[in-house]
Nanobody, 127 residues
Framework: QVQLKESGGGSVQAGGSLRLSCAVS????????MGWFRQVPGKERVGVAG????????YYLDSVRDRFTISRDKAKNTLDLQLNDLKPEDTAMYYC????????????????????WGQGTQVTVSS
């Protein structure tokens, strides 16, 4: 069983930065990948960034590729997301998640097949 807990959200002005962290407890070694997802009220949850646990390779939503960085701290057992040059459209609840299987992507099917979810942390960006 894997448990996830996010922290680090907050309110910033456009152009600002935040660092989100997801504390992972449980059998992280059994996971193929982990990722960050976000959701705006009234809209579907979407994938933002992901990382393969085997080699650390990463993948991103196009709109955040040059601004966000996902990383994994093995010593602290955390999954982090550095958010730079934030824009008002980045405002959302951010969740970390992991699938039990090989659903390592950011599409709608991948979102639907994530097994473990945190409770979320709110990011608000003002213009």
């Amino acid at each position: 069983q894997v448990q996830l807990k996010e922290s680090g959200g907050g309110s910033v002005q456009a152009g600002g930065s935040l660092r989100l962290s997801c504390a992972v407890s449980g059998a992280m070694y059994g996971l193929w990948c982990m990722g960050w997802f976000r959701q705006v009220p009234g809209k579907e949850r979407v994938g933002v960034a992901g990382i393969y646990t085997s080699d650390g390779s990463t993948y991103y939503l196009d709109s955040v590729r040059d601004r966000f960085t996902i990383s994994r701290d093995k010593a602290k057992n955390t999954l982090d997301l550095q958010l730079n040059d934030l824009k008002p459209e980045d405002t959302a609840m951010y969740y970390c998640a992991a699938p039990r299987g090989r659903w390592c992507g950011l599409g709608a099917k991948d979102v639907a097949h994530q097994t473990y979810w945190g409770q979320g942390t709110q990011v608000t960006v003002s213009s």
